[in-house]
């Protein structure tokens, strides 16, 4: 019987030791998330569904561009625990590996013109002549700041891309001209209030923020929506400069099938809590079935780029990840 004893206390002892410790303790506190504007919508249900799950969490979202939410880490300091960016590569060019040592790639995309019933043209706009309306001088037209938010310089790579594949060697400065810089918004969701009142005619958005606004919109050919990864080869032709990792330089962004990712800062400060907000994120039956059911296409499992940035990871979210470039 003692024996018996001994080995159930070993036992216990064995668990709490190599247990992870967000298995054990029950998640509380405030979560930081800073994230793209494109995913607020499901990031609200999820925080939802988590909050209900574990009460004594209180997940605190600011939506932004990416690169302005990076720069809210990098630039400014600010306290975070979790970044989601519409763009992968954000995370590697602005946070790692000085605030980050892990970017998990969560869920894809693709390029889509929005509009309504009170856009000019909107009884003819078709996927085979949206160039030309564009290009209307009476028509307004918009996009997000390629230096905050990934959805701006995508829009500008599939203007190039579209130069390419209608060849017409003038499109992408005849259409950038018909846009006046006061139509450039900081972030892309800023830009569907413009179309709802009439302030504008069609605006460049992500089809999932397209389908979760109710909004009508054309579709693009594979070969630029920037949303098949095997045109990747075709998407690379494109490239925008954007603001630098430091005030007064530029990085190259460099055009490749949409992919988001989002990240764990080495100093979370709710590293439990947090964790356990990506286990739920990340479950196939969690946030990953929201953002399917939104319109965005999940990767199931989510991916990282090396066996060494999984083994990273915390514990309970090294299941739920596969390595894959």
């Given at each position: 019987?003692?024996?018996?004893?001994?080995q159930?206390?070993?036992?216990?002892?064995?668990?709490?030791?190599?247990?992870?410790?967000?298995?054990?303790?029950?998640?509380?506190?405030?979560?930081?998330?800073?994230?793209?504007?494109?995913?607020?919508?499901?990031?609200?249900?999820?925080?939802?569904?988590?909050?209900?799950?574990?009460p004594?969490?209180d997940?605190?979202?600011?939506?932004?561009?990416?690169?302005?939410?990076?720069?809210?880490?990098?630039d400014?300091?600010?306290?975070c625990d979790?970044?989601?960016a519409?763009?992968?590569?954000?995370?590697?060019?602005?946070?790692?590996?000085?605030?980050?040592?892990?970017?998990?790639?969560?869920?894809?995309?693709?390029?889509?013109?929005?509009?309504?019933?009170?856009?000019?043209?909107?009884?003819?706009?078709?996927?085979?002549?949206?160039?030309?309306?564009?290009?209307?001088?009476?028509?307004?037209?918009?996009?997000?700041?390629?230096?905050?938010?990934?959805?701006?310089?995508?829009?500008?790579?599939?203007?190039?891309?579209?130069?390419?594949?209608?060849?017409?060697?003038?499109?992408?400065?005849?259409t950038?001209?018909?846009?006046?810089?006061?139509?450039?918004?900081?972030?892309?969701?800023?830009?569907?209030?413009?179309?709802?009142?009439?302030?504008?005619?069609y605006?460049?958005?992500?089809?999932?923020?397209?389908?979760q606004?109710?909004?009508?919109?054309?579709?693009?050919?594979?070969q630029?929506?920037?949303?098949?990864?095997?045109?990747?080869?075709d998407?690379?032709?494109a490239?925008?400069?954007?603001?630098?990792?430091?005030?007064?330089?530029?990085?190259?962004?460099?055009?490749?099938?949409?992919?988001?990712?989002?990240?764990?800062?080495?100093?979370a400060?709710n590293?439990?809590?947090?964790?356990?907000?990506?286990?739920?994120?990340?479950?196939?039956?969690g946030?990953?079935?929201?953002?399917?059911?939104?319109?965005?296409?999940?990767?199931?499992?989510?991916?990282?780029?090396?066996?060494?940035?999984?083994?990273?990871?915390?514990?309970?979210?090294?299941?739920?990840?596969?390595?894959?470039?």
């Amino acid at each position: 019987m003692k024996n018996n004893h001994q080995q159930f206390i070993a036992v216990i002892i064995f668990l709490f030791c190599f247990t992870p410790f967000s298995a054990l303790a029950t998640p509380h506190g405030i979560v930081t998330i800073f994230h793209a504007g494109s995913l607020t919508v499901p990031m609200v249900a999820m925080e939802k569904a988590f909050e209900a799950k574990y009460p004594e969490v209180d997940i605190q979202r600011e939506p932004s561009g990416s690169s302005k939410a990076a720069r809210k880490i990098s630039d400014l300091g600010k306290p975070c625990d979790i970044m989601a960016a519409a763009d992968y590569k954000v995370i590697d060019k602005l946070l790692r590996p000085d605030f980050t040592d892990n970017n998990i790639r969560f869920a894809s995309n693709r390029m889509v013109l929005c509009y309504t019933d009170q856009s000019r043209y909107a009884d003819i706009i078709s996927e085979k002549n949206w160039v030309a309306i564009l290009q209307k001088p009476d028509v307004v037209w918009g996009h997000s700041a390629p230096d905050l938010d990934p959805c701006g310089y995508r829009t500008l790579m599939v203007l190039q891309l579209a130069e390419k594949y209608y060849q017409q060697p003038d499109l992408y400065q005849k259409t950038i001209a018909n846009r006046p810089v006061r139509n450039v918004r900081p972030k892309a969701v800023e830009l569907i209030s413009l179309l709802q009142t009439g302030n504008m005619d069609y605006a460049w958005e992500y089809r999932s923020v397209a389908v979760q606004h109710n909004l009508q919109f054309v579709e693009m050919p594979d070969q630029i929506n920037l949303g098949n990864y095997k045109f990747d080869a075709d998407y690379a032709q494109a490239t925008v400069e954007v603001s630098g990792k430091k005030p007064g330089t530029t990085m190259t962004m460099q055009g490749k099938s949409i992919t988001y990712g989002i990240t764990l800062l080495k100093d979370a400060p709710n590293r439990e809590a947090a964790t356990a907000f990506l286990a739920f994120m990340l479950d196939s039956s969690g946030g990953l079935k929201i953002l399917e059911e939104m319109g965005q296409p999940p990767f199931v499992p989510a991916r990282v780029a090396t066996a060494e940035m999984r083994a990273v990871l915390p514990l309970p979210l090294q299941p739920l990840v596969t390595v894959q470039q």
